[in-house]
């Protein structure tokens, strides 16, 4: 009697073992199914965002072209012309309203008041140079976007400016776009130069 009981309890020991492994097997095999549906979901996701990235890198690097196309567009117009001492005559067709219209209020000032002698600009306004060299070419060194305190977004070019025999001028040109086209809002620190010349000038 002693052993059948014995035997009865062991019986009962394996079978409740048995019964948890399968049980820690299954709770294994579910929570391993959860895990692998996590992963898979997740690369989907991160396809979208490489996407995402890929897309506003290819838009960033259009508008730097957009930008370069541009500057190089004035150049081949305005350089010849500076050889012929015209280059003022392309102003109004770069500048943006702001600027030309400080321009043209200097241009004025100095006309009336300082004729034959130095105003606000003491060199040609494109090259920046006294004496512009021939055969100029111009490169478009790097283009770059940043905001202002409007979070109003503007481009800053570096341009080289290069003739035959005097050394490279770089020019920082920043620029706006009114519509489809670039304009320039300021060109070599002219915008503060020019605001702060007429401040210091008698009406």
Not at 121 to 150: G, H
Not at 165 to 177: A, D, S
Request: aromatic share 12%; proline share 3%.
């Amino acid at each position: 009697m002693t052993i059948k009981i014995f035997l009865l309890f062991l019986t009962c020991m394996v079978l409740s073992a048995c019964a948890h492994k399968r049980e820690s097997s299954e709770n294994y095999q579910e929570s391993d199914s959860l895990v692998a549906i996590e992963v898979v979901e997740e690369y989907p996701e991160n396809e979208a965002n490489v996407e995402t990235s890929n897309a506003t890198d290819t838009e960033a690097e259009s508008k730097k072209e957009s930008v370069r196309k541009f500057l190089l567009d004035m150049y081949a117009t305005v350089l010849p012309a500076v050889e012929k001492n015209n280059g003022d005559r392309y102003i109004s067709k770069y500048f943006g309203e702001d600027l030309l219209d400080w321009y043209r209020m200097v241009d004025k000032y100095d006309r009336t008041h300082n004729e034959g002698e130095i105003g606000c600009f003491n060199c040609e306004l494109w090259t920046q140079c006294q004496d512009p060299d021939a055969n100029i070419k111009a490169t478009v060194e790097s283009v770059r976007f940043d905001t202002d305190y409007m979070d109003n977004e503007y481009a800053v070019a570096r341009v080289r400016l290069k003739g035959k025999y005097n050394p490279p001028t770089f020019i920082e040109v920043k620029l706006v776009q009114d519509g489809s086209q670039w304009v320039i809002f300021d060109y070599a620190g002219i915008a503060y130069k020019m605001k702060f010349y007429m401040a210091d000038r008698p009406e």
